[in-house]
Every structure is written in structure tokens, then in C-alpha cells.
């Protein structure tokens, strides 16, 4: 098992800045590619991004890319989400997900990934 718990969110302006941390626990954090999802109320759970587990790849929904930044540090078994530039339709509860161990399918869709976070509230004010 891995358990995932998401920190970070809370209310920010219009063109501000969050970031987003994921601390994982339960098994080695390098065997598994990490993702972040939101859901807006009302819609579908969505993709935000994704990082390979070597973190040498990352992988941005087009609504986010050039604006979000996935990254991770296996040291401390933690993967994060940089957020500039926010804009109101990024107000979502994030979930940070991970798929199972060696992994190596497509990272878009939720149903890849076997373990999620509880979630976290962003709320960008206009």
C-alpha cells in the first residue's frame, strides 16, 4: 500500500502563485510515477500532470502547461505542484495520485493510477 497526503492548497488571487506537496509513505517512492488531478464541482475528474518515476519525464494537461510545474524529490518521498499565474478556472480540490509499481502505460487518465490523496481545496478569486 502507499498512502498519499496532499498539503498546500487554500485561497489565492487571480495571477498568484501555490504550491502543492504530496508526501508518500508505504512503499519505495522511486518505483512509482506520480500524477495530480483535479475536480471541479459538477465535472469530471481531470489530468493536471504527471512525472515518470525517475522523474525524468513530465507530462502537462494543455490548460496548465507553461503555468504548472510538476517536480519531485525521492529523498523525501515528496512530489510537488508549482502553480503560477492562476486563474479562476483552476479553483478545484487536487488530488495527487500514484500508479502502481513499474509503471509505464499512458499517465492521463485516473483509472491508471492505484492510490490517491484525500485531496485539496485551491480556490483562485477573480
Known amino acids: 500500500q502507499v498512502q498519499l497526503v496532499e498539503s498546500g492548497g487554500g485561497l489565492v488571487q487571480a495571477g498568484g502563485s501555490m504550491r502543492l506537496s504530496c508526501a508518500a509513505s508505504?512503499?519505495?517512492?522511486?518505483?512509482?510515477?506520480m500524477g495530480w488531478f483535479r475536480q471541479a464541482p459538477g465535472k469530471e475528474r481531470e489530468f493536471v500532470a504527471a512525472?515518470?518515476?525517475?522523474?525524468?519525464?513530465?507530462y502537462y494537461a494543455d490548460s496548465v502547461e507553461g503555468r504548472f510545474t510538476i517536480s519531485s524529490d525521492n529523498a523525501k518521498n515528496t512530489v510537488y505542484l508549482q502553480m503560477n499565474s492562476l486563474k479562476p478556472e483552476d479553483t478545484a480540490v487536487y488530488y495527487c495520485a500514484a500508479t502502481g509499481p513499474a509503471y509505464s502505460g499512458s499517465y492521463y487518465y485516473p483509472d491508471k493510477y492505484a492510490y490517491w490523496g484525500q485531496g485539496t481545496q485551491v480556490t483562485v478569486s477573480s
Open positions: 508505504g512503499r519505495t517512492f522511486s518505483n512509482y510515477a
Open positions: 512525472i515518470s518515476r525517475t522523474g525524468g519525464n513530465t
